[in-house]
């Protein structure tokens, strides 16, 4: 079972910044660069042919304003800039921003926020309506507040029962779902168990060691 990749648009006029924005894209699990463009022109044409599930944004570009762009698109986005003033920061939360990066930053800062971007859209799909700690849990996600450990433990455990939704798995394949590690899955996955509230069962293939499915208890 495949997980959905998400597209992401690197809006960028220094191309060495978008390059490297783009390579901490594509090794992001889960993650894809739909494309690179350098101006406002270039972001609303390849938005009119295919709109990306997240964009990452620099504010001053040569023919427009970036914060501008991502409020008149209705995109999910990253403002990522230089610019720290708190009013230019302010302007970029009215727009709709879901977070903002100061340049320079390392490269983890990134790939941390797109890792909670992924889980967050995770606890806000489907069609169901939504009760108010599941918000709760996918904004606390979203911005890693200080609730932290037991927050981001309990929406862990979350999203791996939500793929055991969709049937029984390996935690390799939970991992890929929900974009945890591997080895995140497997612990969290062997301590349900062990609480009852996940199953799990020996598959014996024609070599090696067995694998551990998981499943839902009903």
């Known amino acids: 079972m495949m997980a959905r990749a998400w597209s992401v648009l690197v809006v960028d006029d220094d191309f060495r910044v978008a390059g490297i924005h783009a390579e901490i894209v594509d090794a ?17 044409a390849a938005l009119a042919t295919n709109l990306p ?15 501008e762009l991502v409020r008149s698109v209705g995109v999910d986005a990253f403002v990522i800039s230089a610019a720290d003033e708190g009013d ?3 302007r970029a939360l009215h727009a709709g ?3 903002y990066l100061v340049k320079p930053f390392p ?12 889980r967050f859209r995770h606890v806000l799909s489907g069609r169901r ?3 108010q700690e599941r918000i709760d849990q996918a904004l606390s996600i979203l911005h890693g507040q200080p609730a932290g450990a037991v927050v981001a433990r309990s929406a862990t455990e979350q ?3 939500d ?8 935690a390799a394949e939970a991992a890929e779902i929900t974009g945890v590690s591997r080895a995140t899955a497997q612990r969290r996955l062997a301590a349900m168990a062990t609480q009852g509230v996940v199953q799990v069962r020996l598959r014996y293939g024609s070599s090696g060691r067995p694998e551990h499915l998981y499943s839902k208890l009903a």
Request: without cysteine; negative net charge; glycine residues 12%.
């Open 159 to 161: 999203l791996l029962l």
């Open 107 to 118: 490269q983890q800062t990134l790939s941390d926020r797109l890792d909670r971007y992924a």
């Open 129 to 131: 309506g939504l009760r």
């Open 88 to 90: 230019t920061v302010r």
């Open 97 to 99: 921003a879901l977070g």
């Open 53 to 67: 599930d997240l964009m990452l944004v620099d504010v001053y570009l040569p023919d427009g304003d970036g914060i």
């Open 28 to 44: 992001a699990p889960g993650f894809r660069v739909q494309g690179s463009v350098r101006t406002v022109a270039e972001a609303r």
């Open 163 to 170: 793929a055991l939704g969709e049937g029984e798995l390996s």
